[in-house]
């Protein structure tokens, strides 16, 4: 089993005695399912799993009457074997976007408290429209994503150990070894072209073979264009697959900010806006929105109109470049603007997953662009991205502002720092974000 962070956050929650149902949403084959299935079997005495898309004669359990007697007595009628005991159950509500009043009926489960009930959804902001009444304050919503830098290094084989030691370097920020650096940069270049998809990174262990795991990350890519062909409305199905297959294109650019008329000659925000929300909805992209000032808080200077999308999960991104680009990446050989937009999308992986909000600052009447804006302590902290070698001028300047305390140049090179810039590699995202 692949080690993820959020079995322990399950675990703190099902230690709760008056509690929230949970909702796990994030897109589809990042392992939801999987993770709720170990933990009913590990951790409960009896685990029921309802999936609605596998099983959808049994959305009728919740037709009409929503008492948690009445559901529980129309389940064990439907599955024979479900036993519910009070304290020591957890009923898994699988795809529940596919019964929305599966998702009225977390208002009673949560009421009741006899029953751990966990939902999943691949699809909730897709399909939110269809739920007759949502269960504000009955539910307790997390979101999930592939796995993270940091899991895959688990799931790779490297410990605690190692992490800790690595951890060490950022205390008075001291150069890295020379020979971990360049170990810890070569996972992170695998990492690259992986990704953090479950199947993917399970068939890289088992063959460590870049050519089963292109192939593994081109059936991904076709179910998400299938998920298009199937959920997305009758007037955005082409629009939305032809936003997702651009996105290669958008991040080839020097300037990476979203152009419809690169989805299309001509293409519009009036055309193309609601199959990009589509895909966003789905958990597929990630808006970055560009600010009018690198100030806190950012979300008051949001220039909606202006944004970057960013594939959800590195691997995906670089799949859909060819098999070509796993090579030039992992010997790093990869030159131009395409090298720039990859490793932008890699440091915006490492954000998303970290559930923190993409921002950015562009000015149009200068070259000054800074590809990350966080919030930490009330405060901004610009981030730029350098996959070449080459001068920080964007991130001086902004440096120089008095309410800027630090911020953070991550590159290949090594740990550092110069005043109120901080010099890092990738792979130390995940320990100082």
Known sequence: MLKRKLYQS?????????????????????GKTYLIEEIGKNEYQHFIEINFEQRPELRHIFDGDLSVDELVKKISLSIPNARFVEGNTLLLLDEIQSCPQARTSLKFWASDNRYDV????????VNYKEVSSFPVGYEKQVMMHSLDFEEFLWAIGVGEDV??????????YDCVDTSVHNQMMRYLHEYLVVGGMPAVVNKFIETNNFGEVHSEQEKLVQSYLNDIAKYAPNSDKPKARNCFLSLPRQLAKDNTKFRYSVVENGGTARKYGNSLDWLKDANIITFCNNVTTPKFPLIAYLKPEQFRIYAN??????????????????????????????YENLVADMLIKRNIPLRYYCREDSS???EFLIEKDAAVVPVEVKSKRGKTTSLDTILKHDDVRYGFKFSAGNVGQEGKKISLPFYMIPFVL
């Open 10 to 30: 399950v675990l703190n929650w099902k230690k709760k005695k008056d509690k929230e149902c949970l909702l796990i949403k994030g897109a589809r084959q990042i």
């Open 118 to 125: 966990i939902a999943t959804g691949s699809l909730l902001g």
């Open 163 to 172: 992490l800790d030691y690595l951890k060490g370097f950022l205390k008075n």
């Open 313 to 342: 999960d590195i691997g995906l991104l670089v799949s859909m470049y060819g098999f070509d680009m796993k090579k030039a990446l992992i010997e790093d050989t990869l030159v131009g603007d395409t090298k720039g937009g990859i």
């Open 368 to 370: 000054l662009e800074i």
